[in-house]
């Protein structure tokens, strides 16, 4: 029985990365051994055990056939026969398809180390397009790393959506990567990846968003991409970064919508509707009066929620500076935003309602607000 470190592990060593989770093929290993040995059992679709001590995931050696469309339908085989070689010839990119032994020696039988030299990726075998969710992960590479996408691999990328291959993508798993990918340094390589594979429109029809050879090609797009920047910069969370790139809905139904299909978190689709609704009405807050100001403090849910104000607060900074071009100006709208909450939420409800009748608290309350809002103004 052999283990070697496999995987992203490897790749991000290769590069010079911080790695924090490692995973293990076992070559010649069998489930009564691994038990023996006091690893404990988790796989559901193929044998997977945690070491006794460090918890890490040890799987058996394995290959993949296909038998019917969409990511589950795959047949698995381990066995102590499988070749280490097999087992990583069935992976998505060469990248991820390098092993190292347990003296540290590299395994390499499809030139991931020369790939990453290159900058490029490139798929392992042609069983790649017999799992459509590769697609989205060869997206989210490219903005992880900011590597080109091979031709030929893009062929097979492109010929998987034209046959409807991608049609059998579950909206679950393309919110996984989707979401992951949103969150790298330059999530705007990704939405380029897939809109030269011809997924973009599919997935975001409401957007109105165009790349070309890998850079945005209309306004909307450029607008986008510069928010994100700003995002990355400020180190803004996935549901920020989902209510930016929301905001090109042309409705909050359609944000809905959007949400709804890529299944999306509550969290996100809430912000993002809440972005789309009121960003226009939020940069104008400089110039409102006070009424004007509580009332849009209200809708905003700020009283309840005044963490998720602040991050939508946060999300109109971002969207401005992708308007004006991604430059570190102040925001003016969130201080006075700011002001106007700080001062309306010192307001001591608890005292109104003890010296007032029942019908006249919520009156009294938001006349004290609004008071407190004119006199910080």
């Given at each position: 029985m ?5 995987g992203?592990a ?6 010079g990365?911080a790695?924090s989770?490692?995973?293990y093929?076992?070559v010649?290993g069998t489930?009564e051994?691994m ?8 796989g559901?679709?193929f ?6 001590e460090?918890?890490e995931e040890y ?6 056939r296909k038998?019917a469309r969409?990511y589950r339908g795959f047949?698995?085989?381990a066995a102590p026969?499988?070749t ?7 992976r998505?990119l060469t990248i991820n ?7 540290g020696?590299l395994?390499?039988?499809?030139g991931?180390?020369a790939?990453l030299?290159r900058?490029q990726l490139?798929?392992?075998s042609?069983?790649?397009v017999?799992d459509p969710?590769?697609i ?6 490219a903005?992880?790393f900011?590597?080109a ?5 893009m062929?097979?990328i ?10 059998a993508?579950v909206?679950e798993?393309?919110w996984q ?5 949103l969150?790298?340094?330059e ?11 011809g997924l973009f429109?599919?997935?975001?029809p409401?957007?109105g ?6 850079r945005p090609a209309n306004?909307a797009?450029r607008?986008l991409?510069?928010s ?6 400020e180190r803004?969370g ?9 905001l090109?809905a042309?409705?909050p139904e ?9 299944k999306?978190?509550?969290e996100?689709g809430?912000?993002?509707?809440l972005?789309?609704?009121?960003a226009?009405?939020l940069r104008r ?17 700020a ?5 998720r104000?602040d991050?939508l607060?946060?999300v ?6 992708g308007?004006r071009g991604?430059v570190?100006?102040?925001y003016?709208?969130?201080a006075?935003l700011?002001r106007?909450?700080?001062a ?5 409800a608890?005292?109104?309602a003890?010296r ?5 608290i919520?009156a009294?309350?938001?006349s ?8 910080s103004?």
């Open positions: 052999k283990i070697y470190a496999v992203g490897v790749r991000d060593e290769l590069l990365l790695v989770d490692r995973d093929v076992v010649g489930p051994e038990e023996r040995l006091g690893y404990r059992p988790v559901k679709d044998p997977v055990f945690l070491h006794p460090t918890h799987a058996l050696a394995r290959t993949e038998i969409g047949q698995i085989h026969d499988v280490l070689e097999q087992d990583l010839e069935r998505d398809a390098m092993a190292r032994d347990e003296d020696r395994v390499d039988p499809f991931g180390a790939d030299e900058g490139r798929h392992v042609p069983a790649f017999e969710v590769r989205l992960r060869v997206a989210r590479f903005a992880r900011g590597f996408v091979a031709p030929e691999t062929t097979l492109r010929a998987m959506v034209a046959n409807g291959e991608a049609d993508l909206p798993r393309v990567e989707f979401s992951r990918g969150m790298e340094g999530p705007a390589l990704m939405f380029a990846v897939l809109a030269e594979a429109e599919k997935l975001l409401e957007l968003l165009t790349f070309e050879r890998g306004d797009s607008r991409v510069r994100l920047e700003c995002a990355a910069a803004l996935l549901a920020a970064r989902f209510a930016l790139l929301a090109g042309p409705s359609a944000v809905n919508t959007l949400s709804e299909r890529l999306a978190s509550g996100c809430d912000l993002a509707v972005a789309q609704r009121y226009d009405a807050a400089p110039s409102l009066g006070a009424a004007e100001l509580l009332g849009l403090l209200e809708r905003c849910d009283f309840r929620r005044p963490e104000f991050e607060l946060a109109c900074a971002c969207a401005d500076r308007d991604w570190p100006i102040p003016p709208p969130r006075a700011r106007a909450l700080a309306a939420a010192g307001v001591d608890a005292a109104i003890s007032s009748e029942k019908s006249e919520a009294g309350v938001r004290a607000r609004l008071a407190a809002i004119e006199k103004a």
